[in-house]
């Protein structure tokens, strides 16, 4: 049986705000902005919004730094042009889901400005505070422990007024909440889950969902990076001691707030676990969220800490791509399909093939592998249009206070000529967060391709507007890449079955470095996908014991597939029904 809950089948199409549409020619990407370009969206065949922060922030971390849960940034609009555009997506069929950022909030946030103002404030407590371990020869305070932030260096900030440290998992100005204090968390979700529950908002993407509860005494985490100062904090935070507990509570209080009984999508970004860590949070059982995204195939090719890239073989990425979702066979567990999103590349230019020949094709292969796999599928803007990463930036060019910090890190601590830090910035070509967050295409006019009429956006656009991939082109072009995609979620919905809900994904000539193929089932249905990872011709297996293949769908025109024969053309992909 397939299950009737909306969000299973759902089609997320995620928006990063300040890239995606300026309404007002500041340069910066707007509410009103995604407002105007709902229409699109629908076209493509989504049915759910996913925006990234728009909350009032100093923009540390572009709005992963929220000073006010309950208030939009002025950049972005007002709080009425978020509550229009939530009424109109509705009015269109669209959902939206948030981004729910509460393991930490700003330094700006009124609660923190409260908690550092004195040892003995009431609010001293709602966020993790700890007395250096000593003194170094220079008079430097030490940090508590080896913890090391994802943005590089110790994940403690020493606060000068009150002689102490505040635990920062993330940039220096994103103190980390105290979630042992029930205050607190009941003050987060009041003021971060209900204020958009009551108007009206269908879900959450909850935010580094798996970093709330903190081990207990703050111990030293293994080494993994030798040579560096500071480590992965992950086995001192991630999946903690109380962190399911913490969910259900959440969980309860978001179903006790929805008035109307409404159905909530939420999802929670919680990577590096096992197939048991990823069912226990996403059990329908347990009531703790409805999907998880986790990182098995898109941190394929990295060194572990995020210090660089490696490597990779097809084999390990096919692996990846089933450890993200394999994990809800025949459960009550639930998970998503994505590849992109704005913490990640473009995934034509990692995965596929972003040459001017094969971008194209390549693009659409991976829109293939997507759409036949089972969770709830995801597209991040611009994925549709086959955007690719930008090349041969200087770091000066670079935005993203991940690679400024993990870059300053890596300077001071194995020296600026070091083998290490030419290896992580020529990396940052292929894995930059960056790379996603440049603004979106929308025509082929210059200088700024109908994102803004500003005299300059607040970051560049890139190779992709130069080799002239935008949405108008796009549109009016049947063989584009967004047309393949509009299509390939169409064939989702028509054979939703064994395309959205199928089970047992099972590989076919799995150590193959040129072909990713496998099966999926539902019912009497056997699926049969192969995918050609190449530029060169590659040739498949027809199923054994199958008296026929049925060709449903693939990534060349009709007329020019020999569906009988199993020669793959580059970056060919075929769907079979295997009788
Ligand atoms: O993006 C990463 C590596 O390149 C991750 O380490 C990332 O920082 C982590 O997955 C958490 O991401 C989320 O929270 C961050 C924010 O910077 C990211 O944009 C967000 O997706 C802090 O709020």
Redesign the pocket.
């Known amino acids: 049986e397939t299950d009737p809950k909306w969000w299973k089948e759902a089609v997320v199409y995620q928006i990063y705000p300040a890239s995606f549409k300026d309404s007002n020619n500041d340069g910066w990407g707007d509410i009103k902005g995604i407002d105007s370009k709902l229409e699109y969206i629908k076209e493509l065949g989504a049915n759910v919004i996913w925006i990234c922060p728009f909350y009032d922030s100093p923009q540390e ?2 709005g ?1 730094d929220i000073a006010d849960y309950e208030k939009v940034w002025a950049r972005y609009g007002t709080n009425d042009d978020l509550f229009n555009l939530i009424n109109r997506a509705h009015g269109l069929g669209i959902k939206i889901l948030v981004d729910l ?1 509460i ?2 909030c700003s330094s700006e946030h009124a609660w923190f400005k409260e908690a550092r103002s004195s040892l003995d404030n009431p609010k001293r407590n709602w966020f993790i505070w700890k007395a250096p371990k000593g003194f170094d020869s220079t008079g430097k305070p030490i940090p508590p422990n080896n913890w090391r932030s ?1 943005f590089g260096g110790s994940a403690w900030q020493y606060d000068e007024s009150t002689g102490e440290f505040y635990l920062r998992l ?1 940039a220096k100005g ?1 103190p980390d909440f105290n979630w042992e204090n029930d205050e607190t968390r009941n003050a987060i979700y009041e003021s971060a889950v209900g204020f958009w529950l009551d108007h009206g908002v269908d879900g959450f993407r909850i ?2 969902a798996g970093l709330y509860s903190k081990q207990p005494g703050f111990p030293d985490v293994p080494i993994i990076n030798p040579g560096l100062d500071f480590q992965n904090a992950d086995p001192g935070s991630l999946n903690g001691p109380r962190i399911h507990e913490f969910h259900k509570e959440m969980n309860k209080f978001m179903r006790d707030r929805v008035k109307d009984g409404r159905e909530l999508l939420n999802v929670g ?1 919680i ?1 590096y676990g096992t197939d048991d860590i990823y069912k226990s949070y996403t059990s329908a059982e347990e009531n703790e969220v409805t999907q998880l995204f986790n ?1 098995d195939h898109v941190t394929v090719g990295r060194k572990p800490g ?1 210090i660089g890239v490696t490597d990779f073989k097809l084999s390990e990425f096919k692996d990846g791509v089933a450890a993200a979702f394999q994990f809800i066979n025949k459960t009550d567990s639930w998970s998503t399909i994505y590849i992109e ?3 990640q590349p473009r995934s034509v230019t990692r995965f596929g093939d972003d040459s001017p020949e094969y971008r194209q094709i390549s693009a659409k292969l991976l829109s293939m592998l997507e759409t036949s796999l089972t969770g709830t599928l995801y597209v991040y803007q611009g994925q549709e249009l086959g955007m690719i990463n930008f090349k041969d930036w200087p770091i000066e060019k670079y935005e993203d206070v ?1 690679v400024k910090g993990m870059y300053k890190m890596m300077v001071d601590e194995f020296g600026a000529d070091s083998d290490q830090v030419k290896e992580y910035v020529n990396g940052l070509q292929l ?1 930059s ?1 960056d790379h996603a967050r440049t603004p979106f295409p929308w025509t082929s006019e210059p200088p700024f391709a109908g994102f803004t009429n500003a005299k300059e956006p607040w970051f560049s656009l890139t190779e992709t507007f130069q080799q002239g991939i935008n949405a108008e082109d796009e549109l009016k072009d049947p063989n584009s890449v967004f047309h393949f995609w509009k299509k390939a979620i169409q064939v989702r919905k028509a054979h939703k079955d064994v395309l959205n809900y199928g089970y047992d994904f099972t590989f076919v000539d799995h150590d193959n470095e040129k072909l990713f193929a496998f099966t999926k089932k539902y019912g009497e249905k056997l699926l049969y996908v192969v995918l050609n990872f190449s530029r060169e011709e590659t040739e498949f297996n027809f199923l054994e014991g199958h008296e026929t293949h049925e060709y449903i769908f693939g990534n060349y025109p009709e007329a020019e597939v020999d569906t009988s024969s199993s020669k793959l053309k580059p970056w060919e992909g075929r769907y079979y029904f295997a009788n």
């Open positions: 971390d572009m992963y950022v393991n930490h994802f993330f994103q935010d580094t970004e990577p990182f995020n999103n704005h913490d991940e894995i967060r």
